[in-house]
């Protein structure tokens, strides 16, 4: 069964904290990516991955970094937490083989609240 | 750019009430990905359909159909005889065969199904 795991269900950190959320997906697929998800804008991409180190900005990518050194797990980082990064975040993966549909698999999302 | 519009914020109905949710895309490629995905409260995005572009062909699942048509640029979704627990924020997406493979979502449509 397809599965995309993210750390934590729930977090919550310090304005200028240093936050790390992890995901891992057990599918081999080569892209990954990480949303954010606030009232009214639905979700927007923030980085995503085609594969090992290698990353892209997406639409909002102010204020995070990514790492992603093995194939199944791709880091978000917020190297100084602030209040505006209060949100739902979603990681998701997908391959790029044939028949796929781009079709992406989500996790269960982090809710982050920072103070 | 490609762009998912879901014009309706927020609707309630009563139980067994059918009812449609609406969703419109903007996109300049001619093979694109269509998807619907359930959050619950819970909320873990759930997938419920993916469309190519090439594929006009409307579909039911149960008391869930989609209706597909290029013409109008516009993938909706009917439930029919809604219950309680098809309570839950609906998201439509796009996604483009070509460049980053990102899905792009739509806001999102609160459905409040009453008892």
């Known amino acids: 069964d397809v599965k995309v795991t993210q750390s934590s269900r729930y977090l919550v950190k310090r304005t200028g904290e240093k936050v790390f959320l992890e995901c891992v997906q057990d599918?081999?697929?080569?892209?990954m990516f990480w949303y954010r998800q606030d009232p009214g804008l639905g979700l927007r991409l923030i980085y995503f991955?085609?594969?090992?180190?290698?990353?892209e900005k997406g639409d909002i990518p102010e204020g995070y970094s990514v790492s992603r050194e093995k194939k199944e797990r791709f880091s978000l980082i917020l190297e100084s937490a602030s209040t505006n990064q209060t949100s739902m975040y979603l990681c998701?993966?997908?391959?790029?083989?044939?028949?796929?549909?781009?079709?992406?698999?989500f996790g269960p999302g982090t809710r982050l609240t920072v103070l | 750019a490609q762009k998912v519009t879901q014009a309706q914020t927020e609707i309630s109905v009563v139980e067994k009430e059918d009812v449609t949710l609406d969703c419109v895309y903007e996109?300049?490629?001619?093979?694109?990905?269509l998807f619907w995905y359930k959050q619950p409260p819970s909320g873990e995005l759930v997938f419920l359909i993916r469309r190519n572009s090439f594929d006009e062909q409307n579909e039911i699942s149960g008391r869930y159909s989609w209706n597909f048509q290029k013409s109008t640029s516009s993938f909706n979704f009917t439930i029919t005889a809604s219950q309680v627990v098809d309570s839950a924020v609906y998201f439509c997406?796009?996604?483009?065969?070509?460049?980053?493979?990102?899905?792009?979502f739509g806001s999102g449509t609160r459905l409040q199904v009453q008892p």
């Open positions: 998701a993966s997908s391959t790029t083989l044939a028949g796929s549909y781009n079709e992406q698999f």
């Open positions: 997406a796009l996604s483009e065969n070509t460049g980053r493979r990102a899905l792009t």
């Open positions: 996109t300049r490629d001619t093979t694109y990905y």
């Open positions: 991955s085609y594969d090992v180190k290698m990353k």
């Open positions: 599918m081999d697929h080569e892209n």
